[in-house]
């Protein structure tokens, strides 16, 4: 099967010694002539298997947020703002089981979860709604704030401001975008 795949595919030639070998984009050929990218992969039973345990076991590690009490010790802090969407439903469609194995999915493949921040009667973040992270760039402004950039097709560009995104990002070269595992391997 995997010959009938590569079939029309031109092999990559280059070996680890020629620059291309090291600048390829991540999702390109592969040395084997096959394009990877975290969609392609998930058609590979092994590793959506793979990933599928790794976000379920995440998933189901419980999310609270602690309040340190002054003596020492600390003590579940209910009434925090977040409370409720890290523990319960990070927003009106997703319970927090599947918010965790959403983040998960895109840090192992994609290397960043974004999420937007909406306030709400529960406070700042009364909706916490994740977003894809292909659809995003991120920017290092010259006051060393980041901006983020939302670009769905068909629909206008949306800018964001670093106190609109909640970003979880991964193992990172440069400390504001992180690595795909997926495209490293």
Same mark, same amino acid.
């Given at each position: 099967?995997?010959? #009938?795949?590569?079939?029309?595919?031109?092999? #990559?030639?280059?070996?680890?010694?020629? /620059? $291309?070998?090291?600048?390829?984009?991540?999702?390109?050929?592969?040395? +084997?002539? !096959?394009? &990877?990218?975290?969609?392609? #992969?998930?058609?590979? #039973?092994?590793?959506?298997?793979?990933? *599928?345990?790794?976000?379920? /076991? @995440?998933? +189901?590690?419980?999310?609270? @947020?602690?309040?340190?009490?002054?003596?020492?010790? $600390?003590?579940?802090? @209910?009434?925090?703002?977040?409370?409720?969407?890290?523990?319960? +439903?990070?927003?009106?469609?997703?319970?927090?089981?599947?918010?965790?194995?959403?983040?998960?999915?895109?840090? @192992?493949?994609?290397? *960043?979860?974004? *999420?937007?921040?909406?306030?709400?009667?529960?406070?700042?973040? /009364?909706?916490? &709604?994740?977003?894809?992270? /292909?659809?995003?760039? &991120?920017?290092?402004?010259?006051?060393?704030?980041?901006?983020?950039?939302?670009? &769905?097709?068909?629909?206008?560009?949306?800018?964001? *401001?670093?106190?609109?995104?909640?970003?979880? $990002?991964?193992?990172?070269?440069?400390?504001?975008?992180? !690595? +795909?595992?997926?495209?490293?391997?």
């Amino acid at each position: 099967k995997l010959g #009938a795949l590569a079939r029309g595919f031109q092999a #990559a030639t280059f070996g680890a010694f020629d /620059d $291309r070998y090291w600048t390829t984009t991540p999702g390109g050929l592969a040395r +084997s002539g !096959l394009r &990877v990218s975290a969609d392609t #992969a998930m058609s590979i #039973a092994i590793y959506y298997d793979c990933l *599928n345990v790794l976000c379920q /076991d @995440v998933a +189901s590690l419980p999310w609270f @947020v602690y309040q340190y009490r002054p003596g020492g010790g $600390r003590d579940r802090a @209910v009434n925090h703002p977040l409370y409720q969407q890290l523990h319960s +439903s990070p927003n009106a469609w997703m319970t927090s089981y599947e918010f965790r194995m959403l983040l998960m999915n895109h840090l @192992v493949q994609r290397g *960043n979860m974004y *999420n937007q921040l909406i306030p709400g009667p529960r406070g700042f973040a /009364d909706q916490i &709604v994740p977003l894809h992270p /292909d659809t995003m760039t &991120v920017e290092l402004l010259p006051d060393h704030r980041l901006r983020y950039k939302q670009t &769905v097709r068909g629909a206008p560009t949306t800018t964001f *401001n670093s106190d609109e995104i909640w970003h979880i $990002r991964g193992l990172s070269n440069d400390g504001y975008i992180g !690595l +795909s595992l997926l495209n490293i391997a």
